[in-house]
């Protein structure tokens, strides 16, 4: 048994599907001789397509973005024309008889070997330059995760370094029962992606990666944060149970979309979905969302083979609102950067400490453009149309950090404005919100909510800031504790000066799907929450247990102890107390 971090509960029980930075069939490593020149043929077609593909995303980005930006794609291209480079995947399928795919893992190995120690950061740009490469090609070879092949013999449970967005949509609608990572936390991609499919997951196993091999049967449990490697049967027979008895509860609790969300006592509270697409915000509608909260729009850009343009961001956008739950979307602008880059934005610039560097409106502001392009596709979203006859979007900017951000970006949405209609477009104004994940801004928030007509709080940044502490580091993760003394604190003094100037105020990070601080939450205004669309009815039938009173009660008390575990027990035993049926889905 391996202990690492619980970030999405449940339990599961599956084979182990190992996801290196190649897609590899286990069943086709090797290759028979007869197969040598189709498997060739193979990659010489995936190598034409992808420079073909290389040299239009070029030249869309350099007519978008710029020519900077777009030179690292003509880094790609030479990577594909490398005669070294190409020579040895082909040596190894000839000579050892590899498959393609297996010679492009062989390679990136290879040059870690020889780059990683390098301390020249040109050279291990290099690295992650062949890795993007080398994931273009593989996209063009391997049919991943295909329902009914060798590679899935039934459920699976994907394990991996760390899943990436790409990864996902890979993935796609497979039969992935659970996810364990070495790397990642509780806010993480596949943190967050595990919970917006109510997947049991459990992130920060060190090494599960040398100790666990694709068709190894195993058992995750992402309440207790345990994986378990080829348990003895009675082990596989008891959780199996446990499993039947977490999807029973699941399936029992997502009936009650259609009801209300309301406290013990008749007090009305508003459950909203984070989304990242149009699927999403159907699997919002299913689970009885109110509204979306938080739409991320960088997954669009993140798992685009290129740079979407207005006109196809116009389509994603509409698609969200119109499925979204009663026409209702939160649209927040780009937020790239830190744990999440495009090749198009930057990506060759490296910080030494990306995530209060150079991201999300940071970024936008040095390509007006390219940021005047996704403002205009949201304001043209929220235009009515035949379908949605009356959509209510808001538009949401990501790290605010002083009153002049917000005076620039008011000052940019009436230009995106005044060239809408210069062109005779269809467009509508918009509510204009700031995302609270700096520090600063959490104590300028009285000042700050004149230039506002919303706030939605990222609590999962402001922990991190707030705690000095990456979220994604294993070393110090330990450190992100939504019920921590001092996010507690500032939460209270946000909620409070909001609820008093009468401005919205929602809580949009992963801190809202937590039993235990959507309790607290309660207990300190907050009437806004915003989550994965898989535990709003958890979180609709724990608000039916709770009254305001037990919820105040409960943060005065949270309020006079000064370590974290002390407030997560008193939490989860009073919750136990309140909701006992919920057990199954309250992490430890």
Request: net charge neutral.
């Amino acid at each position: 048994m391996r202990k690492g971090v619980p970030v999405s509960p449940g339990v599961a029980v599956g084979h182990a599907y190992c996801i290196h930075e190649v897609f590899v069939d286990p069943q086709r490593v090797h290759i028979a001789p007869q197969e040598v020149a189709g498997e060739l043929a193979r990659f010489e077609n995936a190598r034409r397509r992808s420079i073909a593909d290389l040299r239009g995303l070029q030249e869309k980005v350099e007519k978008q973005v710029g020519k900077e930006a777009a030179a690292v794609f003509a880094v790609h291209e030479s990577i594909l024309h490398d005669t070294a480079l190409v020579d040895k995947v082909r040596g190894w399928i000839q000579a050892e008889r590899l498959s393609a795919p297996a010679a492009l893992a062989r390679l990136v190995e290879h040059y870690r070997g020889l780059l990683e120690k390098a301390d020249d950061p040109y050279l291990k740009e290099r690295l992650a330059d062949i890795r993007d490469v080398v994931e273009r090609l593989t996209a063009y070879l391997s049919p991943v995760l295909e329902k009914g092949s060798k590679v899935l013999p039934g459920p699976v449970i994907v394990v991996a370094d760390e899943l990436l967005p790409s990864q996902v949509v890979m993935l796609g609608d497979k039969p992935v029962h659970g996810i364990v990572t070495q790397s990642g936390s509780q806010t993480s991609h596949a943190a967050i992606i595990a919970r917006s499919r109510g997947i049991p997951a459990v992130c920060g196993v060190d090494g599960v990666l040398r100790q666990v091999k694709s068709g190894d049967l195993l058992v995750v449990d992402g309440r207790d944060g345990h994986v378990l490697i080829n348990p003895d049967p009675e082990v596989v027979a008891a959780y199996r149970k446990l499993e039947r008895e977490f999807f029973d509860l699941r399936d029992q609790l997502a009936h009650n979309r259609e009801s209300p969300a309301v406290t013990r006592d008749g007090t009305t509270i508003e459950l909203l979905a984070n989304i990242n697409g149009p699927q999403d915000a159907e699997a919002a509608a299913a689970m009885g969302a109110s509204g979306v909260g938080l739409y991320r729009t960088e997954y669009l850009y993140l798992t685009h083979a290129s740079v979407p343009g207005e006109e196809e961001q116009l389509d994603v956008y509409r698609r969200v609102v119109a499925a979204s739950p009663n026409h209702r979307c939160t649209i927040r602008t780009l937020d790239i950067g830190g744990d999440k880059t495009v090749p198009f934005l930057g990506r060759e610039n490296r910080e030494a400490n990306p995530f209060m560097g150079w991201r999300s409106i940071r970024l936008s502001f040095e390509h007006p453009e390219f940021f005047l392009s996704q403002i205009r596709a949201v304001l043209r979203a929220a235009a009515p149309t035949a379908t949605v006859p009356r959509p209510e979007v808001r538009l949401l900017f990501p790290m605010v950090t002083t009153i002049e951000e917000l005076r620039r970006l008011r000052a940019m949405v009436r230009r995106a404005e005044r060239q809408l209609a210069e062109q005779g477009k269809e467009f509508a104004r918009v509510p204009l919100g700031m995302m609270l994940e700096v520090p600063a801004a959490a104590v300028m928030i009285e000042e700050m909510i004149s230039s506002v007509d919303f706030v939605s709080i990222g609590s999962n940044d402001l922990i991190q800031y707030l705690m000095a502490a990456d979220r994604d580091n294993p070393r110090v993760s330990h450190l992100c504790q939504p019920l921590a003394p001092a996010v507690l604190r500032v939460l209270e003094s946000v909620v409070r000066v909001c609820n008093r100037g009468r401005t919205p105020v929602t809580l949009c990070g992963e801190m809202a799907a937590s039993p235990q601080a959507f309790v607290l939450l309660l207990g300190m205004g907050l009437r806004q929450f915003s989550m994965s669309p898989a535990f709003i009815p958890t979180i609709k039938e724990l608000a039916a247990h709770v009254s305001l009173e037990e919820a105040r009660r409960l943060l005065t008390a949270a309020k006079k102890m000064k370590t974290t575990r002390r407030i997560h027990r008193l939490v989860t035993a009073e919750l136990e107390r309140l909701a006992p049926a919920l057990r199954p889905v309250l992490m430890d």
